[in-house]
């Protein structure tokens, strides 16, 4: 069964104060790894896909980077505009169901 | 484009009652799968349809069902309905079944049963 951990499950930044949200995962074969974004009461915005370990990909301020074990999204200098539940969630070996993990709620301030 | 797209934005039933909620894919996307998401939780998998069948079901009762159409809509059906079944249900597209391609979700639905 594939398991998905995210780390921490809630942090506080100051804008400019980077900092990176962990996410590790236990599957029987990686078909693919997601980062989505998702704010209060709405649906998860897609941010990136990764498929193989020592793969990284870039958006604005945001980076994820992947490994055997487990990813990380990097935010360098993060804006009140970030604030947001980011999620991570593997894609399982049938290509059809993503196992999600719980989520890190960023909160950044001003 | 078309985004994906769903109906009702918010819903509240009683225990026991059905509830049907209804899901458009983005354009050319001919896969559907939906998810509930409870209060401060990642969404769990429901099940997924390709080609107007079930493609995949996670751990979810029988009374969780669902419909694909010709035209790739989708919707989900709920019967007797239990308080824990209060969530947010999202539905996701993609352009295909079975590969690594990503699931594109729509704005879901709010489902609060009393």
């Known amino acids: 069964e594939d398991q998905v951990t995210q780390s921490p499950e809630a942090l506080r930044l100051q804008e400019g104060e980077s900092s990176s949200l962990n996410c590790s995962y236990t599957v029987s074969g990686l078909r693919g790894l997601f980062w989505y974004r998702q704010d209060p009461g709405k649906g998860p915005e897609f941010l990136f896909t990764?498929?193989?370990a020592g793969e990284e990909k870039e958006k604005e301020r945001l980076k994820a980077t992947l490994t055997k074990k487990e990813s990380f999204l990097h935010i360098t200098a993060p804006k009140p505009e970030d604030s947001a539940t980011y999620l991570c969630?593997?894609?399982?070996?049938?290509?059809?169901?993503?196992?999600f993990g719980g989520g890190t709620r960023l909160m950044v301030k001003p | 484009e078309t985004g994906v797209t769903q109906s009702p934005t918010h819903l509240i039933k009683t225990r026991g009652q059905q509830v049907t909620l209804r899901c458009s894919s983005q354009s050319g996307h001919n896969t559907v799968s939906w998810y509930q998401q409870a209060l401060g939780q990642g969404p769990q998998f429901i099940f997924q349809y390709y080609r107007e069948e079930e493609n995949g079901r996670g751990n979810f009762p029988p009374r969780f069902s669902g419909l694909q159409f010709p035209n790739y809509s989708s919707e989900l059906n709920v019967n007797a309905l239990e308080l824990d079944d209060s969530a947010l249900y999202l539905c996701?597209?993609?352009?295909?079944?079975?590969?690594?391609?990503?699931?594109?979700f729509g704005p879901g639905t709010r489902l609060l049963v009393l």
């Open positions: 969630a593997v894609l399982n070996n049938a290509g059809n169901m993503l196992t």
């Open positions: 996701a597209s993609s352009p295909i079944a079975g590969g690594q391609e990503t699931q594109y």
């Open positions: 990764l498929y193989s």
